[in-house]
């Protein structure tokens, strides 16, 4: 098998279950503790859902992100930046009352503060730091830059990106230059190095324990997201910026009108015309984080649903064939050791799965 050698155990618990005085999972000593319970149990594996952030306009759901590149600020361990020695060694003011539920506006509003601090003493001590903060913006460079000048805008703005004035929606090299190193993006590029730091560190641990980590790719990324801002062109957008289609499934046993997901669905063509860029870049990028990776929704890479934008269900919309053959020819030239898991839920049609066959896929159906 292509991601497996033999039959191995593991366990499925994303980050934000992690116990935690902050109100959510981190990073931080519950993550390093729950390695070490795999090790007691003899479990080889620690699959996590997708690490990028989310928002509460989103349900807070890691399926429709504002980045495909970017972790999740949230996941910032407190204790870590004490370690670090940028914020005071007395968290109790950063506690979340805890609850069976995460209170995402409550713990945003703290962690946000947090790392406010964090910036501060960071920005000060910076020169500690010049040589790896230096490695990582040029390691990163294929999304960060982007990313940020997205959150400081965004912030600034207060809209979505399809609701910025024309120049900035447009990405007006001269109107971006206004907010490139400006103190908004630099917080958000800090954020990020923090936040790759400390998975960096958690991932040697789990190596030296021998645990191997699980990631999650999805499929889509939400349309207010800084990767649609910045690569409308693989996009399915009309020339105003709005979809022309949205995603989902068609009705199944799940639900007779079928799932409306609502991002905006890619133009296939133009993935093709760059070699799937895009998508080998986001796999790259998230097979340097994890061992194996599970492919979201694996079935869209031979077709997927596309419905029509002024559609509120998924019921009036199309299967649209993608160029599979290429892609999967490109995915196992660029990634040969092919470390993937296919989700294999929904309409599974015979081409799937000897797509699967094909690549020697696990396949699971959560």
């Not at 000593?29 to 007691?40: K, S």
């Not at 559609?311 to 919309?317: H, M, S």
Request: charged share 25%; proline share 5%; net charge negative.
């Amino acid at each position: 098998m292509a991601a497996f050698e033999k039959r191995s155990t593991g366990t499925l618990l994303h980050v934000t279950a992690l116990p935690s005085k902050f109100g959510i999972g981190d990073l931080g000593p519950y993550a390093y503790r729950f390695v070490d319970i795999l090790v007691e149990a003899c479990h080889c594996y620690w699959q996590v859902l997708p690490l990028n952030p989310t928002t509460i306009e989103c349900g807070n759901s890691p399926y429709t992100s504002e980045s495909g590149f970017a972790g999740n600020p949230l996941f910032i361990s407190p204790e870590g930046l004490v370690e670090e020695g940028l914020v005071e060694n007395d968290l109790s003011k950063y506690f979340v009352h805890e609850s069976n539920l995460i209170e995402y506006a409550k713990v945003e509003d703290a962690k946000k503060t947090l790392l406010r601090k964090a910036y501060a003493t960071f920005s000060q001590r910076k020169k500690d730091y010049e040589d790896e903060y230096r490695e990582f913006e040029a390691e990163q460079s294929g999304w960060l830059e982007d990313y940020a000048l997205y959150k400081a805008i965004w912030e600034t703005t207060g809209l979505p990106w399809y609701c910025w004035p024309s120049h900035l929606r447009e990405r007006d090299v001269g109107s971006l230059k206004a907010y490139e190193n400006s103190e908004r993006v630099r917080f958000h590029k800090f954020i990020q190095f923090m936040f790759f730091r400390q998975w960096a560190r958690l991932k040697e641990y789990c190596g030296k324990k021998g645990v191997k980590l699980i990631g999650d790719l999805p499929y889509y990324v939400g349309y207010d997201s800084a990767d649609v801002w910045a690569n409308a062109n693989y996009f399915k957008l009309g020339t105003d910026k709005k979809p022309s289609f949205l995603s989902g499934v068609p009705p199944d046993y799940f639900s007779a009108n079928g799932q409306l997901w609502g991002h905006p669905v890619y133009d296939w063509e133009r993935l093709k015309e760059d070699g799937f860029s895009l998508w080998m870049n986001r796999i790259g990028h998230n097979l340097k984080l994890f061992d194996v990776l599970r492919i979201d929704h694996f079935r869209g890479l031979l077709a997927y649903w596309e419905v029509p934008a002024h559609e509120t269900t998924a019921v009036k919309g199309n299967w649209v064939l993608v160029p599979s053959d290429l892609f999967l020819n490109t995915l196992s030239r660029i990634f040969p050791s092919l470390p993937f898991i296919a989700e294999d839920l929904g309409m599974i049609t015979e081409d799937v799965n000897q797509a699967m066959k094909r690549l020697s896929l696990l396949n699971r159906k959560d």
